[in-house]
């Protein structure tokens, strides 16, 4: 009887009682009416129901921008707008939560360890990664050295060399007695990793799991995806950024040109803390004690993550760190999907006379996606931001400057990674701030700036539709 009872209070159910409302209105209006004036009554009414089903929609957490999409399909689409609305509105149990206790922090360290659960951390060293070999050689050669642990986690595991080259760095680690365990995104990997090439890692001994597999029949879950980038290996070495474990990602095949891509690696306590975000979604919650900065840890980083729908840390970071920029906003990104509040913090940072740069790719790997970044693009410029093309091909690498402190992780800078995506990322100080700074410059060096087009009217409808969509692609 309870649980009956909790039903009504769902507002999923409520959202089935104004579909079946709506539908048995029709029903009965073909069956019933043969009227011009009782016609005109019934669809006022299915009309007030599909009102109704966005007032349920305003009640729900959320951001402004995508509500507005479901706004206009529920009442474009009287019934079918509210059933696709249902079926594809997101649980909201929380899921990949990590608590860390015993945090004492301020400032930006505070609101991540109460949004992400994680705290200011000391590291030993860090090294920054220009380039996918780089990061690869690096991570494989730590793999193959673990003794107790190797913890994988990313958005797109492919079949080729690299592959090849982690199978066998992973083997022996296990040979060591490390224990080792991969997560996939069930949507990244799709088609890129059989059946076979996960009984293979299984025979070998590594434990593998898939998050939100892709089924034949849709689900709203799928619109949640895994696309963090993490390997920790005995809970002291943290590799993180914006690569996958594909082979275009090293560049040895190049279906866009140059794959501009980077990464960076941790050593100490901060590794830990990355270790804890595998755990989580591992286990789906995890927690842990704060470690306690090593003698020799010199500098400090901030881990962090986003965990949907619950958990929103990164977009308000990024908002606040532009918003208190004094000198630079460097950007690297393969997408500039921006939301209302990312867009007036550039615009007003770059309007205040701070240098707002943005790069983005020349070759893209998707023609909408290339054309919603151009869209903003437009925007973005008429307030002094300056948005460029890297050249030489893809730009994938994710990183934002301001000032002295840096954003590494997986988050691109769009309405995807912010809102829909589990992600992670570490913030930086000056010690490798400058370091990626200077990549910016190399990168800035091999761009052109985006051309806006001259027939601006004529486009005014097509970037409008992109910006409106953009929330949900």
Avoid at 257 to 266: P, Q
Avoid at 372 to 399: C, D, I, N, R
Wanted: charged share 20%; net charge positive.
């Amino acid at each position: 009887m309870r649980n009956v009872s909790k039903i009504f209070f769902k507002l999923n159910f409520w959202i089935i009682i104004l579909i079946a409302a709506q539908v048995a209105a029709i029903i009965f209006l073909c069956l019933y009416i043969p009227s011009f004036l009782p016609l005109a009554a019934v669809s006022a009414i299915v009309w007030a129901l599909s009102a109704i089903s966005a007032a349920v929609l305003f009640t729900r957490n959320g951001a402004p921008e995508v509500k507005c999409v479901w706004f206009v399909i529920i009442t474009a689409l009287p019934v079918a707008g509210a059933l696709i609305y249902l079926l594809a509105s997101v649980k909201s149990k929380p899921y990949g939560i990590l608590t860390v206790s015993d945090a004492e922090s301020t400032g930006t360290a505070r609101a991540a360890n109460i949004l992400s659960g994680t705290s200011d951390v000391g590291y030993e060293s860090a090294e920054y990664f220009p380039t996918g070999a780089e990061f690869f050689k690096s991570a494989f050669l730590a793999i193959a050295e673990a003794k107790k642990s190797v913890y994988i986690e990313f958005f797109i595991i492919g079949r080729g060399h690299i592959m090849t080259e982690f199978t066998e760095a992973m083997k022996k680690a296990l040979k060591n007695g490390a224990q080792v365990k991969i997560l996939l995104d069930g949507v990244g990997s799709a088609f890129k990793l059989g059946k076979r090439d996960l009984k293979r890692l299984k025979k070998a001994g590594a434990e593998v799991k898939i998050f939100h597999k892709l089924l034949p029949l849709a689900h709203s879950k799928i619109n949640l995806r895994d696309h963090r980038k993490i390997i920790t290996v005995d809970g002291k070495i943290a590799f993180t950024g914006g690569i996958n474990l594909a082979d275009e990602y090293a560049n040895l095949t190049s279906p866009y040109g140059y794959w501009k891509d980077t990464g960076v690696v941790i050593c100490g306590s901060a590794a830990k803390i990355f270790e804890g975000m595998f755990l989580s979604m591992w286990f789906g919650k995890y927690e842990m004690k704060s470690p306690k900065a090593a003698v020799n840890e010199k500098f400090h980083c901030l881990p962090f993550y986003d965990s949907p729908p619950k958990r929103a840390f990164c977009e308000d970071a990024f908002v606040s760190e532009i918003c208190r920029a004094q000198t630079r906003v460097h950007i690297m990104t393969p997408y500039f999907c921006l939301s209302d509040k990312m867009l007036s913090a550039l615009t007003f940072t770059a309007r205040r006379g701070v240098d707002v740069k943005v790069i983005i790719p020349h070759v893209p790997d998707k023609k909408y996606a290339f054309a919603v970044s151009k869209a903003f693009a437009h925007l973005a410029a008429h307030s002094g931001v300056k948005v460029y093309e890297y050249t030489p091909g893809f730009m994938h690498a994710k990183a934002v400057i301001c000032d002295d402190n840096v954003f590494l992780g997986s988050y691109n800078f769009d309405f995807r990674s912010t809102h829909f995506n589990y992600e992670c990322g570490v913030i930086f100080g000056k010690e490798i701030c400058e370091t990626v700074e200077k990549d910016f410059a190399e990168c800035l060096a091999l761009s052109k700036e985006t051309a806006l087009g001259k027939n601006a009217d004529k486009k005014s409808l097509k970037r409008f539709l992109l910006r409106f969509f953009s929330p949900l692609i």
